[in-house]
């Protein structure tokens, strides 16, 4: 998995979609590096810690060698402009049947 950019900047303007004052946005992209298609079903969310919400059901279908980037960009929102972390944890099972859980990086969310 990759986290275009990281550090992210402070999203100026903001970020579409947010209600809040202060906003980021970055690309995910994530890959199948092994020999076994993968189907990614859950997206668990993280920001500063702590669990903020989940995605159930996505069926994204990663071909041996491929990649799936997701869309829309990530965005995160905030009332404070200081300097926050974000993670997006993914699981799903291969062609196989068996588990892949993948815990994505910390995204440092950079103040203005």
């Avoid at 993280?46 to 829309?72: K, M």
């Avoid at 972390?85 to 859980?101: E, F, L, Y």
Wanted: with cysteine.
């Amino acid at each position: 998995m990759t986290i275009t950019p990281n550090p992210v900047p402070y999203s100026e303007p903001p970020a579409q979609g947010c209600s809040l004052p202060h906003t980021w946005q970055y690309t995910q992209v994530l890959r199948n590096t092994g020999g076994t298609t993968i189907t990614i079903s859950d997206r668990v969310n993280f920001f500063d810690g702590a669990r903020t919400g989940e995605a159930t059901g996505l069926g994204i279908v990663i071909q041996p060698g491929g990649s799936h980037t997701v869309t829309p960009q990530t965005r995160w929102c905030s009332t404070n402009n200081i300097e926050h972390s974000a993670r997006s944890d993914w699981s799903g099972s291969d062609a196989n049947g068996a588990p892949i859980n993948l815990t994505g990086p910390t995204v440092r969310l950079l103040p203005k």
